[in-house]
T-cell receptor, first 113, second 111 residues
Framework: GENVEQHPSTLSVQEGDSAVIKCTYS??????FPWYKQELGKGPQLIID?????GEKKDQRIAVTLNKTAKHFSLHITETQPEDSAVYFC????????????FGKGTRLHILP | DGGITQSPKYLFRKEGQNVTLSCEQN?????MYWYRQDPGQGLRLIYY???????QKGDIAEGYSVSREKKESFPLTVTSAQKNPTAFYLC??????????FGSGTRLTVV
């Protein structure tokens, strides 16, 4: 089955700098890669996703890149702001009827003033 | 607006007691999931259901039970057999080829 590794587990960056979180997956059949942001005491929220027919996707200050050959994908946050402080989860799945998504263990991002 | 609702937000359980966590969605999603999250930890899958009247065990199903009598509802019962139930419980739903929508969670504490 699929296995998703996420690094680092904790990341501290100065406000205004960029943050990068990296994930690797094991199942080459996986074709859908969402990223979730979880604020304290709340449920995770989908912030961006990418499908395997695309190498990069951007949404304002957030971007995700996918390297299918190496089986890794990354989340990039530019011009970080205090409200970016949260736990971020990457995930992978093969989108068919069985839509069970496999999550990484999460990265706690701290934005330093 | 469509969404997924979990209730209650906070729940307290006495030793030996069964409690039921509610999860309701009006997104017309086929699949629903229950996850457990311990402090500083990731998401662990308890049970999931892809269609009404059918569900499968996840990675940590022992001590939990579910039902899926309606498409909109997927309640989770934490039984007395679950020896360490204190955690944050998250419900999610999805439709084919899309990611999960999560509820806001229920924090369960044993007293």
């Amino acid at each position: 089955g699929e296995n998703v590794e996420q690094h680092p587990s904790t990341l501290s960056v100065q406000e205004g700098d960029s943050a990068v979180i990296k994930c690797t997956y094991s199942d080459s059949a996986s074709n859908y890669f969402p990223w979730y942001k979880q604020e304290l005491g709340k449920g995770p929220q989908l912030i961006i996703d990418i499908r395997s027919n695309v190498g990069e996707k951007k949404d304002q200050r957030i971007a995700v890149t996918l390297n299918k050959t190496a089986k890794h994908f990354s989340l990039h946050i530019t011009e970080t702001q205090p409200e970016d402080s949260a736990v971020y989860f990457c995930a992978a799945s093969f989108m068919n009827r069985d839509d069970k998504i496999i999550f990484g263990k999460g990265t706690r991002l701290h934005i330093l003033p | 607006d469509g969404g997924i609702t979990q209730s209650p937000k906070y729940l307290f359980r006495k030793e030996g007691q069964n409690v039921t966590l509610s999860c309701e969605q009006n997104l017309n999603h086929d699949a629903m999931y229950w996850y457990r999250q311990d402090p500083g930890q990731g998401l662990r899958l308890i049970y999931y259901s892809q269609i009404v009247n059918d569900f499968q065990k996840g990675d940590i199903a022992e001590g939990y039970s579910v039902s899926r009598e309606k498409k909109e509802s997927f309640p989770l019962t934490v039984t007395s057999a679950q020896k360490n139930p204190t955690a944050f419980y998250l419900c999610a739903s999805t439709r084919v080829n899309y990611g999960y929508t999560f509820g806001s969670g229920t924090r369960l504490t044993v007293v």
